[in-house]
Each structure stands twice: as structure tokens, then as C-alpha cells.
């Protein structure tokens, strides 16, 4: 592991995660009730979401917010994680998200929803 200096709080890609994965769900749910478009276009925003944590995690909004509001009021925490991981599982989703937009763009209407379920399951 690196140094404690290079480690992250880990509480924080928790958080962007539980918000990113109610994100997912209400895409699941929108793919399947048939608003399709509107399920295509909260999946393009989650895969720039997915793009901007692989590109610039420090800089990221769910990251931001944390570090804005949450983490002030809590106690430090008791180990810092390597903010390699979470990046790649940004990485993943990313691909998942993108996926699926490629399937909606050429005709596959369950796409979006199916990519944005694979995408929770796998966050």
C-alpha cells in the first residue's frame, strides 16, 4: 500500500457510490417503464460522472461534496485506502455506461436499462 500521505479516506468513494448507484437504479427503473430517452440521457450524465472520477478523482462532484460537507463533521479516518481501486472501479462503469449508450445509438432499446443494471451490480 503507499504511504499514508498518497491514501485516501475511504468513506468517500462509499459515498459517491451509494449516490451513483441510486442514480443507476432510477435509470433501471426509467429504461424499463418505458421513458427511454430519458433513461439514455441520465445514463450519458453517469458516464461523464463515471469519466470525469477516472480523469480528475480530486475534482470530481460526488468527491467534492463529500470533502465539502460530510467529511469535516465526521472523525479522520482510522486508515486511508489507495485511490487506485476506486478509480478503476470508475474505469469499469464508464465501460458498462458506455455500452450501453452505444446499444441505445444503433436500436437496442433494453441497452440503457440492462448497462445501467450491470453497472449497479457492479457498483
Do not use: H
Not at 432510477?26 to 427511454?36: M, R, W
Not at 458516464?47 to 460537507?69: E, H, K, Q
Not at 446499444?103 to 448497462?115: E, I, K, R, S
Amino acid at each position: 500500500m503507499p504511504d499514508k500521505a498518497r491514501g485516501i479516506d475511504p468513506r468517500g468513494p462509499r459515498f459517491a457510490a451509494a449516490i451513483t448507484s441510486v442514480l443507476l437504479l432510477v435509470d433501471v427503473f426509467l429504461g424499463l417503464t418505458g421513458a427511454t430517452v430519458a433513461a439514455f440521457v441520465l445514463l450519458v450524465a453517469i458516464a461523464l460522472l463515471f469519466l470525469w472520477g477516472v480523469v480528475s478523482p480530486r475534482t470530481a462532484p460526488w468527491g467534492a461534496l463529500y470533502r465539502g460537507l460530510i467529511q469535516p463533521r465526521l472523525a479522520p479516518p482510522s486508515e486511508l485506502e489507495d485511490p487506485r481501486p476506486p478509480r478503476f472501479a470508475q474505469g469499469v462503469g464508464l465501460f458498462v455506461a458506455a455500452i450501453g449508450i452505444l446499444l441505445f445509438v444503433v436500436g437496442v432499446p433494453w441497452g440503457v436499462p440492462a448497462a445501467a443494471a450491470a453497472a449497479f451490480v457492479a457498483a
